[in-house]
């Protein structure tokens, strides 16, 4: 075996992992779809982005939710 061709080799399995990280970590990066963001509709906190439900009427927290409920029964 030659020297040179393991190192091919070594050099081949380096590169395929690297690129296989690099996809991987592009992969995990939040898309940001625009500049819009949605609020918990009873302390205001900042919702994190899903891309499946938006707009009003959501609660970050159970907590948020039963204070919400509460309000309702009044």
């Known amino acids: 075996m030659h020297r040179s061709w393991l190192r091919t080799k070594v050099n081949e399995s380096k590169e395929k992992v690297a ?31 899903t891309g499946v439900v938006r707009g009003e009427g959501r609660v970050c927290s159970p907590a948020c939710a039963r204070t919400w409920a509460e309000g309702l029964k009044d």
Do not use: I, L, Y
Not at 19 to 41: L, N
């Open 19 to 49: 690129q296989r990280v690099a996809e991987r970590a592009k992969s995990m990066v939040p898309v940001q779809r625009g500049t819009e963001t949605d609020s918990c509709m009873v302390c205001g906190r900042t919702m994190r982005q």
